[in-house]
């Protein structure tokens, strides 16, 4: 694993987005894998200030919440409305998001892992990290082997993401979640961290041995993977 620590969340952002850019120059027509929460905000608002031509891009997200209406700002689908899909030239057909408001969750996770590999499979993955070392909404287990799948959220994953919502009792307690198996099939995967919070988790994943335990620590068998991080997860 490479590992790179910036002086900043700011300086964080724009090296992610640098390599959003290179892996557009290089392949114009690639699929990305992207990712929802605080941390990789900054990174879109870098991505939409540059100006990159996103008009071959396909992307695809690691998760969401199960249920949650789309129209709902708490779910990834507005989310990536409001920090991406209009903020760059994506096709509106390029872009998937596991359905949170399918009827059938199993058939709706299928669907996607079936659509991830007909576009070809995805060739940069960008990750970010839960403060339990959760990656997407792949909760700590005994085991970490599937692909697309429904999950129940850990208590502490309620907790930690409750400070989007009014209150705790309105996060919805499943989601539907990429993989392990399915992130791990990803060609190059760059994974963000910033701020304390995340120290813990990310301590975890340098220790370089897979620990069903810290989601994270799976990234290990993968032969590219980059850690960009702030000074702050390192203690600084
Ligand atoms: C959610 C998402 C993860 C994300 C994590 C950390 O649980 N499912 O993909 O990495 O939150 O979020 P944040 O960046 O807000 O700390």
Not at 25 to 52: D, F, H, Q, R, W
Request: hydrophobic share 40%; charged share 25%.
């Amino acid at each position: 694993m490479r590992i790179i620590v910036c002086d900043n969340y700011d300086e964080m952002s724009r090296l992610a987005a640098e390599f959003v850019k290179s892996q557009i120059i290089m392949k114009p027509n690639c699929v990305l894998g992207l990712a929802t929460g605080s941390t990789p905000v900054g990174m879109y608002k870098t991505l939409a200030e540059i100006k990159l031509d996103f008009s071959g891009v396909t992307s695809f997200n690691l998760d969401d919440y199960y249920p949650i209406e789309r129209a709902n700002p708490q779910g990834y689908f507005y989310f990536m409305k409001e920090h991406f899909y209009s903020k760059v030239n994506i096709k509106g057909e390029n872009t998937f998001i596991p359905n949170s408001e399918a009827k059938d969750a199993n058939a709706e996770c299928e669907k996607y892992e079936k659509t991830i590999t007909e576009k070809g499979g995805i060739d940069l993955q960008i990750l970010g990290i839960g403060q339990n070392g959760h990656i997407a909404f792949n909760e700590p287990g005994d085991e970490l082997t599937a692909d697309t799948h429904v999950v129940d959220l850990a208590e502490n994953t309620i907790d930690a993401n409750s400070r989007f919502f009014d209150n705790r009792s309105q996060v919805p307690t499943q989601a539907l979640t990429m993989g392990v198996a399915t992130i791990m099939k990803a060609r190059k995967i760059v994974i963000l961290a910033s701020g304390a919070g995340k120290a813990a988790a990310v301590k975890s994943l340098l220790k370089n041995k897979v620990n069903t335990q810290v989601p994270a620590t799976m990234l290990c068998m993968h032969p590219d993977v980059t850690l960009i991080c702030d000074k702050e997860v390192m203690g600084k």
